[in-house]
């Protein structure tokens, strides 16, 4: 079975985001050096901002509940229309929130469950300047499993298989 560690979650999520947006600069998160220089808009920032522990699939493995955040920037210099920055910032996020839905098993192998609760709202990111930005942020949760599993089913292979349609004993399958 397939493992999987938050580091591979984060490349794999920016990855798509830069394969389906080309024009989009895309980075990791690190409020610490955004500034007006830092950062070329328009841009998404990608974080992980909590981890809980979600439910257990009784297999080994860790079940991070994970919640996670694209903030989506354009700066006003960077705006096709001053006007209505707003309203281009808004349409910037629906299209990542479509992209999370419809693409959001960052990884195969069966290490995540697809994104949940994904809601769109104003950010973090607003300064009112000729040189400022504007934001919204694409928020949603997702269940990573990390480590390995314990059950290894690698090449074993069912020689007898039975079932009960009203509990009063088994019967075998057969031509499975």
């Known amino acids: 079975m397939v493992s999987t560690s938050l580091t591979a979650i984060n490349d794999a999520v920016l990855a798509s985001v830069k394969k389906a947006f080309p024009a989009i600069n895309v980075y990791s998160y690190d409020e610490a050096c955004f500034d007006d220089s830092s950062v070329s808009t328009p841009a998404c920032l990608f974080e992980l901002s909590e981890i809980n522990f979600g439910s257990d699939r009784g297999d080994g493995r860790y079940p991070a509940e994970c919640e996670f955040f694209i903030h989506c920037v354009i700066g006003y210099k960077n705006s096709s229309q001053e006007n209505s920055i707003s ?16 693409s959001g098993i960052w990884v195969e192998g069966g290490v995540l469950d697809r994104p949940a609760r994904i809601q769109i709202s104003p950010g973090n990111f607003r300064h009112l300047s000729e040189h400022g930005y504007e934001s919204w942020i694409v928020e949603w949760d997702q269940t990573v499993y990390l480590g390995r599993s314990f059950w290894n089913a690698d ?15 088994y019967a075998e399958l057969s031509g499975i």
């Not at 309203?87 to 419809?102: D, G, L, P, S, T």
């Not at 090449?155 to 004993?169: K, L, N, Q, T, Y």
């Open 87 to 102: 309203k281009e910032v808004r349409e910037f996020a629906a299209a990542i929130a479509q992209h999370v839905w419809n």
């Open 155 to 169: 090449g074993i292979r069912p020689v007898e298989v039975a079932f009960s349609a009203r509990g009063d004993g």
